[in-house]
C-alpha cells in the first residue's frame, strides 16, 4: 500500500503501524510524487493527505481516479478537516473514506483492515467475471459451432429430400402405369401388392414434403406466403376435410369458433399444421368418442384448440413430441413417421406463437397459438 503526506512524523507513525501488521508499505511526500509512486506500484489502498503544498489530496485523488492504471485503487483520506462540506469533497473527488486526525493507530489499522479486504474481494470478483466472460465467449464458440453443424446435416437431409422427390414421383408414375396395363391385362391378382407399393411410395414422398416444409420455414422463405387471412375459414375447411374420416371411426368431430379471426398469416402451412392436429386427434381418439375444436381470440392471440378423449401424452414426453422423428410409446402403433407436430411447431414459430399440450382427463388438448395482428 502507499502512504502519502508531507509531515514525517506521521509518515513515520503510519509505516510503524502498517509494518507491524505485516503489510508491505511505500511512502510518498507530496501530490506529484504520490502520482508517480501509484503507477508504478499499483498499491492495493493510498492513505493521502489532503493539506499537502503544490497539489493537494482532493486534487492528487482525481487525477489518481482519471488514470486507467490508479482509476480503482481505493483511498482514504487522513486529514484535520470535519466540515461536512470538505468531507463531501473529499467524496466527490474519489475517495471511499476518512480518517480524521489526530491519527489513532488502531482506528488506521482497522479501517485499512477493512478496506484491503473489501479489495481483495473486488479483485476477486473481477476476476470472476473475466472467468466467466470468458466461459460465455468460450460457450457461445462452441454453441455457434453447433448450430453450424446441426445446419449442414439439416442441409445434407434437405439436398437428398429435394433430389430425391423427383425419382419417387416417377417411380409412382411408372406404377400407376404397370397397374392399368395389369389391368387391361387382366392380370389383377397381383394389383394388391401394387397397391401397396405405391402406398409405401406415398409415405415416402409425403415424408419427403414434409421435411422440405421445414426446410423453407427454417430459412424463413415460407413468410413470403403471408397474407390477410381468416384463420375461421381454415379451420373449418380442415374439420370438413376431416368429417368423412371422423365419421368412419363413429367419432364426433365438433368445431366452435368466437371472435374475430383474422391475422396476417401464411393460410397454406396454418391450414396444413390444423389438419395435422386433428389428423392426430383421430388416430388417438377412442371409437365412438369425441373431437371438439375450438378456435378463439384473446387480445391478439388467436388460439386453436384440438381436444380429444385418447390416451393422451405423459407428461415426460409432452416436451419432446415436437421433436422430429420422435415417436412416443402410444404411437408405436400408429401410422406416421413423428414429422407431424415439429411442423406444427415449426409453423407456430414462423407465426410469433406457440404449440402448447394439456391434459383432458381422458385424452390430450394440442392448442397451436399465433399472433393475430394484421
Not at 505485516?22 to 502520482?35: F, K, N, Q, T, W
Not at 411410395?201 to 413470403?224: K, M, P, Q, Y
Request: a negative charge; charged letters at 25%; one cysteine or more.
Amino acid at each position: 500500500m502507499l502512504v502519502v503526506d508531507d509531515t514525517p512524523a506521521n509518515l513515520g507513525l503510519v509505516v510503524e503501524c502498517l509494518e507491524g501488521k505485516s503489510l508491505r508499505v511505500a511512502i510518498a511526500r507530496d501530490g506529484a510524487e504520490a502520482l508517480r509512486r501509484a503507477e508504478l506500484t499499483q498499491p492495493d489502498l493510498i492513505l493521502l493527505d489532503v493539506m499537502m503544498p503544490g497539489l493537494d489530496g482532493f486534487e492528487t485523488c482525481r487525477r489518481l481516479k482519471s488514470m486507467e492504471k490508479t482509476a480503482d485503487i481505493p483511498v482514504i483520506f487522513m486529514t484535520s478537516l470535519t466540515r461536512i462540506e470538505e468531507k463531501i469533497t473529499g467524496f466527490r473527488a474519489g475517495a471511499v473514506d476518512y480518517i480524521t486526525k489526530p491519527l489513532q493507530m488502531e482506528e488506521v489499522a482497522a479501517r485499512v483492515n477493512t478496506h484491503l479486504k473489501l479489495r481483495a474481494l473486488q479483485k476477486l470478483q473481477e476476476d470472476q467475471n473475466i472467468l466467466l466472460q470468458q466461459e460465455v465467449r468460450t460457450r457461445k464458440q462452441a454453441e455457434e459451432a453447433l448450430i453450424e453443424v446441426i445446419h449442414g446435416v439439416r442441409n445434407v437431409s434437405n439436398a437428398i429430400a429435394h433430389d430425391l422427390r423427383t425419382p419417387l414421383t416417377e417411380l409412382r408414375s411408372r406404377l400407376e402405369v404397370l397397374m392399368l396395363t395389369l389391368k387391361q391385362q387382366g392380370k389383377e391378382d397381383i394389383l394388391p401388392e401394387l397397391e401397396g407399393a405405391v402406398s409405401d411410395v406415398d409415405c415416402v414422398i409425403s415424408i419427403f414434403n414434409a421435411l422440405l416444409r421445414l426446410a423453407e420455414i427454417d430459412a424463413g422463405v415460407r413468410r413470403s406466403g403471408f397474407v390477410r387471412s381468416d384463420l375461421e375459414e381454415i379451420v373449418s375447411d380442415a374439420v370438413e376435410f376431416y368429417l368423412p374420416v371422423a365419421e368412419l371411426r363413429r367419432v364426433t368431430l365438433s368445431l366452435a369458433v368466437s371472435g374475430e379471426l383474422v391475422a396476417v398469416a401464411d393460410p397454406l402451412l396454418l391450414a396444413q399444421a390444423i389438419g395435422n392436429l386433428i389428423d392426430n386427434a383421430l388416430k388417438f381418439a377412442k371409437d365412438g368418442g369425441e373431437i371438439n375444436v375450438v378456435a378463439s381470440r384473446v387480445g391478439n392471440v388467436i388460439a386453436i384448440s384440438v381436444a380429444d378423449d385418447g390416451p393422451g401424452i405423459p407428461d415426460e414426453e409432452k416436451p419432446k413430441v415436437t421433436e422430429r422423428f420422435y415417436r412416443g410409446d402410444a404411437s408405436r402403433g400408429t401410422p406416421g413417421v413423428g414429422l407431424g407436430l415439429a411442423l406444427v411447431k415449426a409453423v407456430a414459430t414462423l407465426h410469433r406463437g406457440s404449440l402448447d399440450f394439456a391434459d383432458n382427463q381422458p385424452g390430450l388438448v394440442a392448442t397451436l397459438s399465433v399472433n393475430g395482428l394484421l
